[in-house]
């Protein structure tokens, strides 16, 4: 195929904006699905997306159309994916932004626009859902317009779900959105955009030929790794995979790779030809860090290696995620693993636990710190348990977040921004009723609860997006706590000084309540540094006896004894101290939920 | 004191292979396979589960009423007798009569069945106050009771409301005084601590009118509101809340007694000090159950113990009684006692009592490093004992005792120490 007559585009939307259905409904117009094989959301395969109703992984399917070869290059739409959104969009020449005609502009509509904007898409704007009796498409066209520059009669207006204007969206994608460029004469160079890993196949590169041309059994070279290996097939996605002769300049597509090591083939390098290589590799994705930093641990000891395996194999087709070992006195062998965000977080976990079975307790969520140590170094700190007790400076990251709400709700959530150490922007009305808060916020701030407090106070209607906006030195102090004057490792937090002593007070409080008695007075304290800044004491027990033991009473008693000396197994050991797994998992939920 | 009986649910269903408990067996059942004949069991305990009411935090096995049954039960305590005797030693050490209310029994029943029963050194029987009248304390002394264990539970005329008693005050002290007046020269009183409402006033009030008798031997529960019972639903909320304020009574009444000169010889058992009697006081019957003695029981829901087996008979009055009829045994649920089990329960009763405990035949089940803990933290203290250079290796092991605060907190202690 002609480069003229190739186009490589993505989708993007606001969550439940209908990307998933538009997909579908061009699968469905352009006969690549017959109508037996449309299920919907065909592109979302994993059993979590399906239910989830997102899309976790990019895929790339080639459609046909009046003479066309499309290229649909499926996006996340999550806040937490921006990293993948822009490896797709970065393989893509343009993009068809939909917006949902009775919400209008959302946040990560917002979001996902200025990284098309960013990446020097072109942009093909579109209302969606006009069929639902509460619609208000030229509303939703004018607030499009706007963001994206442009004419609100040039928007299209669409039902995914009828199927309506879908034609006219597949005719805008020929006629706007330019066609690749690129030699196909050229030495051949592909982006790898994505990769996937298949136990039979090995690791399988989703590329994007930029130059030049690929064929089956040529062997290949990774410019920047320098893996090399024969790729034992290419083809493109339609919508399941087929094998093809050749890979040529402007078209996505999948290279089998046969490698067996997904750490051998990096998203972002560029793939060559042993035989006749480029000079240059093409500019590769900026390496994104994981910002949201959380210990798992399983709940029976005897997993570790069940989630030492389960986490490598998730590590197979998801380069975001990071993990190393990481021991805890209190919640013994486990992982400290790094996410990109929230959802990325709570979407390993529920993998783990779904589709690997395993039982896990996670620690309270913390971000990367970078800490100035006296030494006149910096280093990175993702466990509150390792950051320096003497430091000269701490820096925590911030992002830029962008809160869409109703005007009404303006107070309330500025409210909340400022209880959350954010520092105000701007404020943009997108609509006489609909408001746009740009805010920067400490991500410290923000990976507990702030979503949830965000939709309680707004009844529900704030759409949030952020993206990361740095490192920025703050008012940080490393709270310990103490259980009988031993440091308790997992229950370590850095917070701001500030609302040290309140969070500090909360935590103890609460384990008093949770610890079991003792033979002895044990304080609970919680301490920065050397200064105790809040103390409970639990309480030595004074009775523990049944009273009545007669003949008929023996093996009852024997009973409840063994039951309690299995319990006592159960318990982890702190200095002098019995303390069961439930109290600190209390405690490490207390700090997940509602400590302000 | 209280009547061996099990909770139920904990142990293996009816066992119904037993020799003589097929309906066609014609000739009398044969002992229990494993339990030899070898007449070995000098402690008795019979069941009389009869009451003129059920008081609300009762959990026992009882029957209300049902005077009309009391002749039949009398006789199937005796068949049941019978069919066991070969166990029994010749000579028994104590026959407890434990309830129910065992005065609530026809007092011509009561009569016949003590002397069915085989003599022994200590007799005892329980006895509610409001049956106590200078007939039935005749009886009893005539029928070779001596000693008798009285239910007094409270002086305070609303806490003995809230447990549904009968009896009031001045009962307590006019069934003592008719004993007494019959020649009873061994009377213990229960007391119960911890009622809903009680206040450390009422607590200390009762300790005083308890002592003012000058009972040989008291016997203090803590009241446990167990669950499913009528009491637990009507006062468990109230029991929850007071209960930080009552952790400091166990420590009271220990106190007290100790002070007033009794010997606090096990955890809810006192008694007047050997130095002021020339005798000892102690109750032998229950001291057999926290030596891990053997003993026998009979009637519904008893509990025995014989060499490595535990069995409990039928709780259902109706089924015990047609199975004697016929020359059968009741139903009974099985427990087998491994050595490990027993030397575990050994040490868990054995540090219920003051006396200390012998190490060597323990040992297995302790936990020395938790010992040391123990010692460390003041609850537990090894001891030598006597034997002197001509000690046997077992001697050289020592003995256990728990600190008093060890004692207050014995079960923490006792599973602590449990390997």
Redesign the interface.
């Known amino acids: 195929m002609d480069l003229d007559h190739i186009r490589n585009f993505s989708i993007i939307a606001h969550i439940d904006h209908g990307k998933s259905t538009l997909a579908d409904r061009i699968l469905e117009l352009t006969k690549t699905v017959s109508g037996r094989e449309m299920r919907a959301q065909v592109l979302d395969t994993m059993e979590l997306e399906r239910e989830r109703g997102i899309t976790i992984k990019a895929q790339a399917v080639r459609v046909t159309w009046k003479g066309h070869e499309l290229n649909l290059i499926d996006t996340p739409g999550h806040v937490d994916f921006t990293y993948e959104v822009s490896r797709s969009l970065q393989a893509c020449e343009g993009a068809v932004l939909v917006v949902d005609a009775a919400q209008g502009v959302e946040a990560q509509t917002v979001a996902n626009a200025y990284l098309a904007i960013e990446n020097n898409l072109e942009i093909v704007p579109v209302v969606n859902k006009i069929d639902l009796p509460q619609a208000d498409p030229d509303a939703a066209a004018t607030e499009i317009a706007e963001l994206v520059g442009g004419k609100p009669e040039d928007v299209l207006r669409i039902s995914a779900k009828t199927g309506a204007g879908v034609a006219e969206v597949l005719d805008a994608i020929v006629e706007r959105i330019p066609p690749p460029s690129g030699d196909p004469a050229a030495p051949p160079r592909a982006l790898v955009f994505d990769s996937s890993y298949d136990q039979y196949r090995g690791v399988v590169a989703f590329v994007r030929m930029v130059d030049g041309a690929f064929a089956a059994r040529e062997p290949l070279r990774a410019m920047a790794q320098g893996t090399r290996f024969e790729a034992e097939e290419v083809g493109f996605f339609s919508p399941t995979m087929k094998a093809a002769e050749t890979l040529g300049a402007g078209e996505v597509g999948y290279v089998i790779t046969g490698l067996k090591d997904v750490s051998r083939l990096r998203v972002g390098d560029t793939l060559t030809s042993e035989r006749n290589p480029a000079p240059e590799p093409l500019p590769g994705y900026k390496d994104v860090k994981p910002m949201v930093f959380a210990g798992l641990f399983p709940t029976d000891s005897d997993d570790y290696p069940d989630l030492r395996d389960a986490l490598e194999r998730l590590k197979l087709n998801d380069a975001a995620l990071f993990y190393e070992p990481e021991t805890s006195q209190a919640l013994g062998f486990g992982f400290r693993c790094g996410f990109l965000g929230l959802l990325h977080m709570e979407i390993v976990r529920e993998r783990l636990e779904r589709e690997f079975d395993l039982d896990l307790l996670v620690t309270a969520p913390t971000v990367a710190y970078r800490v100035l140590e006296r030494n006149g170094e910096w280093v990175e700190v993702h466990n509150p348990a390792e950051m320096p007790r003497e430091v000269d400076a701490v820096e925590e990251p911030y992002v830029r977040a962008s809160i869409i709400i109703p005007k009404d709700y303006v107070g309330p959530v500025m409210e909340l921004n400022n209880d959350r150490r954010g520092r105000f922007d701007h404020l943009e009305y997108l609509s006489p009723e609909r408001v746009l808060l740009a805010y920067e916020l400490p991500l410290a701030e923000i990976v507990l609860d702030y979503y949830d407090q965000l939709k309680s106070r707004t009844r529900g209607y704030a759409s949030f997006d952020y993206d990361l906006a740095g490192f920025r030195e703050g008012e940080l102090a490393r709270v310990d706590i103490l259980i009988a004057d031993e440091p308790v490792d997992a229950l370590s937090m850095i917070v701001h000084r500030d609302a040290a002593y309140a969070r500090g007070k909360a935590l103890v409080e609460r384990l008093r309540q949770e610890i079991p008695r003792q ?2 007075d044990v304080p609970a304290q919680a301490a920065i540094g050397s200064r105790v800044i809040a103390r409970e004491t639990i309480k030595a ?22 039951r ?2 299995a319990g ?1 197994r159960r318990m982890k050991q702190v200095g ?1 101290v019995e303390v069961p797994q439930e109290a600190f998992l209390a405690v490490l939920n207390l700090n997940d939920g509602s400590k302000r | ?7 139920s649910k ?2 293996p269903a009816f066992d119904r292979s037993w020799p003589g408990s097929t309906a066609a067996s014609a000739k009398p059942p044969r002992p229990l396979s494993g339990i030899a004949s070898d007449a070995s069991v000098r402690h008795l ?1 019979v069941h009389l589960p009869f009451c003129a009411h059920r008081c609300g935090y009762c959990d026992f096995v009882t029957v209300v009423g049902r005077r009309s049954q009391h002749a039949a039960y009398v006789d199937g305590l005796l068949a049941e007798l019978e069919l066991e005797r070969e166990l029994l030693a010749p000579q028994l050490e104590t026959v407890f009569l434990g309830g129910g209310t065992p005065t609530f029994t026809e007092p011509r029943e009561l009569e016949r069945l003590l002397a069915g029963l085989p003599a022994a050194a200590e007799v005892t029987v329980e006895a509610n106050p409001e049956t106590v009248t200078p007939v039935l304390a005749a009886l009893l002394r005539r029928s070779g009771v001596n000693r008798v264990s009285l239910g007094a539970q409270t002086f305070r005329p609303a806490l003995l409301r809230v447990l549904d008693r009968v009896a009031g005050p001045d009962d307590v002290r006019r069934a003592f005084y008719h004993l007494r007046d019959a020649g009873f020269d061994n009377i213990s009183l229960d007391l119960i601590y911890g009622i809903p409402g009680q206040k450390p006033s009422d607590l200390d009030a009762d300790i005083d009118e308890a002592l003012a008798l000058r009972p040989e031997h008291l016997s ?3 009241l ?1 509101a167990k669950p499913g019972t009528r009491f637990t639903h009507a006062h468990g909320e109230e029991l929850q809340r007071q209960a930080e304020a009552m ?2 009574y ?2 009271r009444v220990v106190e007290t007694l100790v002070g007033a000169g009794y010997r606090w010889y096990e ?2 058992n006192f008694c007047r000090a050997p130095a002021a009697e020339g005798r000892d006081l102690r109750s032998r019957h ?1 001291l057999a ?2 030596q891990g003695r053997d ?1 026998l ?1 009979l009637g519904i ?3 025995s ?1 014989v060499r490595g087996t ?1 069995w ?1 008979t039928t709780p259902r009055l109706g089924p015990y009684l047609t199975a004697l009829r016929e020359g059968q045994r009741p139903l009974r649920e099985l ?1 087998p006692l491994p050595e490990a ?1 027993r030397r ?2 050994r040490l ?2 054995g540090l ?1 009592l003051d006396e200390p405990l012998p190490l060597a035949p323990v040992a297995e089940e302790l936990d020395a490093r938790a010992l040391s ?1 123990l010692e460390r ?1 003041g ?1 537990a203290r090894r001891t030598a004992l006597d034997g002197g250079a001509a000690a046997t290796p077992g001697e050289r092991e020592g003995a256990l005792t728990l600190t008093t605060r060890g ?6 202690v ?3 120490l ?1 390997a």
Do not use: H, S
């Open positions: 033979y002895f027990k004074r009775k523990d006896v049944l009273a009545k033991c007669y003949g008929g009473d023996i093996t009852r008693k024997r009973k409840l004894l063994e309690q000396k006592k002098a | 004191m209280r009547p061996p009986l099990l909770g904990q142990l305990y203090c529960y803590e446990e952790e400091g166990f420590a955890t809810a229950n159950y926290w003993y029981g829901g008893a509990v113990t535990r409990r427990e089990v575990a329960e868990m009763l219920r803990r933290l609850l004692r207050l907190l014995g079960d923490a006792t599973a602590d449990l």
